[in-house]
């Protein structure tokens, strides 16, 4: 599966257009991680914690839509757009959200 941000690939050219296809993923941050976070933010520096959920629910959320596309029959997703939410009355609910176009490119 080929997955692009662009709306077309390469020395690929697009057959059919299979639809709109979306994956998404919504995941929470545990109090272990919001506390890390909180040290980091008061000493300063990068919170690993955070970023590695944020690295997972983006690859999630990816991998959701890879899967959906293939199910539509598409061998590719372009136009690939990846958004990020803060959800939940902490704030501690994250939503990650991939979209694209799902193609059959030849």
Same mark, same amino acid.
Not at 13 to 27: C, H, N, R
Not at 48 to 65: F, H, K, P, V, W
Not at 66 to 79: F, Y
């Given at each position: 599966?080929?997955?692009?941000?662009?709306?077309? &690939?390469?020395?690929?050219k697009?057959?059919?257009?299979? =639809?709109i296809?979306?994956?998404?993923?919504?995941?929470?941050?545990?109090?272990?991680?919001?506390?890390?976070? =909180? &040290?980091?933010?008061?000493?300063?520096?990068r919170?690993?914690?955070?970023? =590695?959920?944020?690295?997972?629910?983006?690859?999630?959320?990816?991998?959701?839509?890879?899967?959906?596309?293939?199910?539509?029959?598409?061998?590719?997703? %372009? =136009? %690939?757009?990846?958004?990020?939410?803060?959800?939940?009355?902490?704030?501690?609910?994250?939503?990650? #959200?991939?979209?694209? #176009?799902? %193609?059959?490119?030849?």
């Amino acid at each position: 599966m080929i997955i692009s941000t662009t709306p077309s &690939l390469e020395g690929k050219k697009i057959t059919e257009y299979k =639809g709109i296809v979306f994956g998404e993923v919504i995941s929470g941050v545990d109090f272990i991680k919001d506390f890390a976070a =909180g &040290l980091t933010n008061f000493f300063g520096g990068r919170s690993g914690s955070y970023e =590695g959920e944020l690295i997972e629910a983006r690859e999630n959320a990816i991998e959701e839509m890879k899967k959906r596309a293939s199910s539509m029959g598409a061998n590719a997703v %372009v =136009g %690939v757009d990846i958004d990020y939410e803060v959800l939940g009355q902490a704030n501690n609910m994250l939503m990650v #959200t991939a979209s694209g #176009t799902a %193609v059959v490119v030849g």
